[in-house]
């Protein structure tokens, strides 16, 4: 099994590890978390929990509310990618996240 810790910056706290599993049937919902003092929380996780055939899940909330649509792939570096996108936009260093349910990452100009 391979671990991997997003890099966020001094201002995130966090817990967890996103996963990868030769066997993904062991991999589970609840895998990382990363949250902000101002109420800012991402969330990551497989979905469904046991499913070799499921995905990673990233949500973003800012106190009860969601910010966008979740982001799903199948690809750890993705998701790794999408939490550290995620956290640096919310940082307010670059770049803009996409309402697409795939999150592309749109760079600005």
Known sequence: MRAITPHLGDIWSHSGFLY???DRASL???MYAAWRA???TIDAGWSQ???PHGC???TVQKG???VGPPFQT???EEAVAH???VAAHLSGNLPVISPEPLGKVIPTA
């Open 20 to 22: 990868d599993a030769d």
């Open 28 to 30: 589970g919902e609840d």
């Open 38 to 40: 101002d109420g800012t």
């Open 49 to 51: 929990e046991g499913n």
């Open 56 to 58: 990673y899940v990233i």
């Open 64 to 66: 009860f509310d969601d």
């Open 74 to 76: 199948d690809n750890l």
């Open 83 to 85: 939490v550290e996108s």
